[in-house]
């Protein structure tokens, strides 16, 4: 087995029933860093009577930042700037009663199972306000965005956490996504050690197919 095989977290589940297939993460909370982001957005929107704005983004964890922005390019961008400005405007209270809606004690750590229901749960909402931009941008994320390495037509969403291996890296990469595009009938959360989101993008297709 490769060094980045070893490195490799990873939980699949079946949406209808919510059956977990397949599991290599351990119990614990981790951190779980960008992939906070849709309910940091839908936390905004509620205050914001259902309204995303335009962010100009000129720096980023992109160096030459990605430009003006609306909710769905900075989903499938994961853009640092557009979401620190929607967490600067929504009270902290708002986003912890977001968290604790989709079953999260936190928006900063989560449980790898926990997680992945909570995005299953905002798939099922998809007919309420504030969501559908959400998930599209999660839909484009897959095609042209962060997590394009992924291969396949589906909803995802990458991001980047601190580690919380040993020995410590940088960060780790983690890629959640509900496949396929229509209808989704399966989540895969992955999580590699010192690699990027889209990295885990790529492992991701394996579990799926």
């Not at 980023?60 to 930042?65: A, I």
Request: positive net charge.
């Amino acid at each position: 087995m490769t060094p980045l095989l070893l490195a490799l977290s990873f939980l699949r589940l079946e949406i209808a029933t919510g059956r977990v297939e397949q599991q290599g993460f351990a119990a614990e909370a981790v951190p779980i860093g960008s992939l906070a982001k849709p309910f940091v957005a839908l936390a905004y929107a509620r205050a914001h009577e259902f309204q995303y704005p335009r962010v100009k983004c000129k720096r980023c964890w992109r160096p030459n930042g990605h430009g003006e922005l609306g909710i769905e390019g900075a989903i499938a961008q994961s853009c640092n700037t557009y979401f620190d400005t929607l967490r600067a405007a929504v009270p902290a209270s708002q986003l912890a009663a977001v968290a604790r809606e989709f079953g999260l004690a936190s928006l900063e750590r989560a449980e790898p199972q926990g997680l992945v229901r909570a995005y299953v749960e905002l798939l099922r909402r998809q007919a309420e306000p504030g969501v559908a931009p959400v998930l599209n941008g999660m839909r484009h994320a897959a095609v042209d965005g962060t997590a394009r390495e992924l291969g396949l037509e589906a909803l995802a969403k990458t991001g980047t956490a601190a580690c919380s291996h040993k020995p410590k890296a940088p960060g780790d990469g983690f890629a959640l996504v509900l496949y396929p595009r229509e209808s989704p009938r399966t989540a895969v959360l992955v999580r590699l050690h010192g690699r990027p989101g889209s990295h885990a993008a790529r492992e991701a297709r394996n579990l799926i197919q």
